[in-house]
């Protein structure tokens, strides 16, 4: 399930070593992410493509 950091909401995979409380879940990722290249955060290193996430 991706999480929206509240600081600067930017989206994160679950397991993101940098979550803290101020993130909340996410049932679908924003409509501006087209591709795994758009998310920017290393914790989506591990897959190669959406239909992973």
């Given at each position: 399930?991706?999480y929206?950091?509240?600081?600067?909401?930017?989206?994160?995979?679950?397991?993101?070593?940098?979550?803290?409380?101020?993130?909340m879940?996410?049932?679908?990722?924003?409509?501006?992410?087209?591709?795994?290249?758009d998310?920017?955060?290393?914790?989506?290193?591990?897959?190669?493509?959406?239909?992973?996430?």
């Amino acid at each position: 399930m991706p999480y929206m950091s509240g600081d600067d909401f930017s989206v994160h995979a679950d397991e993101c070593a940098k979550q803290d409380s101020g993130w909340m879940p996410l049932s679908d990722l924003p409509d501006e992410v087209n591709s795994i290249e758009d998310l920017e955060c290393e914790c989506w290193d591990e897959y190669e493509s959406l239909a992973e996430v």
